[in-house]
């Protein structure tokens, strides 16, 4: 017999115990019930993925689990927020027992590493599509946002750039000596929830990398009103993704590619003995508006825009 929805909800997602004090009430009633500790503000964000948009047909539903909770986790550590709870939505062209127990097994792993608690969603039938919505903590008044970067400020990021998007390169059929690396981080990113609580307090601005570095700091620099320069030399660039531009000549795959969701952050120079060892500078924030680029001495302007839905 097929599983109806409550049963799929019953025999796939209602198995984790309850991690995080702040959790009410969770999943078997019409809504979820959150406590939110005096002093905190509740973060809130949502993200949606579809089949041949967002991920391609035959993906191992075991990572897609992880990474669509994973990028909602990213999104709350660019805020600098600890993760409480996360509801879910699935629309489902048919039940497969054995494709939901291995998106499951994603999901909720990643979950419980975070003491996340999945306290509700839907189900529905139609074409695959899966979204999240996650919440998490910041202390008031201190989380982090895109509008306070400040001339003067350094840029970091809290690692390496390009690595997922030559995991889609890979996928597409590009031909690469070494891929598990790059394949992972396309697959299966991991959100950088540590570091975003190190920069409370530390940064100034911050914004998680989903739609490439080109078009993530951009939406820092137009909300905070300022410019910035890029040092080419400086950027955190794997062998595997130097190996890449050597072959293709490519060299503005990293500056555009998503899915890398590491952090892009500001911080004022007299601060930056606290940044964590595992970032890395890669230019100034400028009074001058726009993006710009050294390359090899040479500065130009960056005008390449990572992807963006409907253009």
Same mark, same amino acid.
């Given at each position: 017999?097929?599983?109806?929805? %409550?049963?799929?909800?019953?025999?796939? =997602?209602?198995?984790?115990?309850?991690? @995080?004090? $702040?959790?009410?009430?969770?999943?078997?009633?019409?809504?979820?019930?959150?406590?939110?500790?005096?002093?905190?503000?509740?973060?809130?964000?949502?993200?949606?993925?579809?089949? @041949?948009?967002? =991920? %391609? &047909?035959?993906?191992? *539903?075991?990572?897609?689990?992880?990474?669509?909770?994973?990028?909602?986790? $990213?999104?709350?550590?660019?805020?600098?927020? @600890?993760?409480?709870?996360?509801?879910?939505?699935?629309?489902?062209?048919?039940?497969?027992?054995?494709?939901?127990?291995? =998106?499951?097994?994603? =999901?909720?792993?990643?979950?419980?590493?975070?003491?996340?608690?999945?306290?509700?969603?839907?189900?529905?039938?139609?074409?695959?599509?899966?979204?999240?919505?996650?919440?998490?903590?910041?202390?008031?008044?201190?989380?982090?946002?895109?509008?306070?970067?400040?001339?003067?400020?350094?840029?970091?990021?809290?690692?390496?750039?390009?690595?997922?998007?030559?995991?889609?390169?890979?996928? !597409?059929?590009?031909?690469?000596?070494?891929?598990?690396?790059?394949?992972?981080?396309?697959?299966?990113?991991?959100?950088?929830?540590?570091?975003?609580?190190?920069?409370?307090?530390?940064?100034?601005?911050?914004?998680?990398?989903?739609?490439?570095?080109?078009?993530?700091?951009?939406?820092?620099?137009? !909300?905070?009103?300022?410019?910035?320069?890029?040092?080419?030399?400086?950027?955190?660039? $794997?062998?595997?993704?130097?190996?890449?531009?050597?072959?293709? +000549?490519?060299?503005?795959? *990293?500056?555009?590619?998503?899915?890398?969701?590491?952090?892009? %952050?500001?911080? $004022? *120079? !007299?601060?930056?003995?606290? &940044?964590?060892?595992?970032?890395?500078?890669?230019?100034?924030?400028?009074?001058?508006? +726009?993006?710009?680029?050294?390359?090899?001495?040479?500065?130009?302007?960056?005008?390449?825009?990572?992807?963006?839905?409907?253009?």
């Amino acid at each position: 017999m097929a599983l109806s929805e %409550f049963g799929l909800i019953q025999r796939f =997602f209602t198995q984790q115990t309850v991690a @995080n004090p $702040s959790t009410r009430l969770g999943i078997g009633d019409d809504c979820a019930l959150l406590a939110i500790p005096e002093g905190y503000e509740l973060a809130v964000t949502t993200d949606t993925m579809v089949e @041949n948009v967002h =991920f %391609f &047909v035959g993906t191992d *539903p075991r990572q897609l689990g992880h990474k669509l909770l994973a990028v909602n986790l $990213s999104d709350l550590a660019s805020m600098g927020a @600890n993760p409480i709870s996360a509801t879910l939505a699935l629309t489902l062209p048919n039940v497969d027992e054995r494709w939901l127990a291995a =998106f499951a097994k994603g =999901f909720l792993a990643l979950a419980k590493h975070y003491d996340v608690d999945l306290i509700g969603g839907d189900t529905t039938s139609g074409a695959l599509t899966l979204t999240v919505q996650a919440m998490g903590l910041v202390p008031s008044g201190k989380a982090l946002l895109r509008s306070a970067a400040k001339p003067g400020d350094f840029v970091y990021l809290s690692g390496n750039l390009g690595d997922a998007g030559l995991g889609l390169k890979i996928t !597409q059929g590009y031909q690469c000596a070494d891929p598990k690396m790059a394949l992972a981080r396309f697959n299966a990113p991991l959100p950088r929830v540590e570091e975003g609580l190190v920069l409370r307090g530390l940064a100034h601005a911050c914004i998680d990398l989903s739609d490439g570095l080109a078009s993530d700091l951009g939406h820092i620099l137009e !909300q905070s009103r300022v410019g910035a320069c890029i040092d080419w030399e400086a950027l955190p660039l $794997s062998a595997e993704v130097l190996a890449y531009i050597n072959d293709t +000549g490519d060299w503005h795959m *990293p500056l555009v590619a998503g899915d890398d969701y590491e952090l892009c %952050f500001t911080v $004022s *120079p !007299q601060k930056s003995a606290w &940044v964590p060892a595992s970032c890395r500078k890669i230019g100034v924030i400028e009074a001058t508006p +726009g993006l710009r680029l050294n390359k090899s001495g040479a500065i130009q302007l960056l005008k390449a825009k990572g992807y963006e839905h409907f253009s």
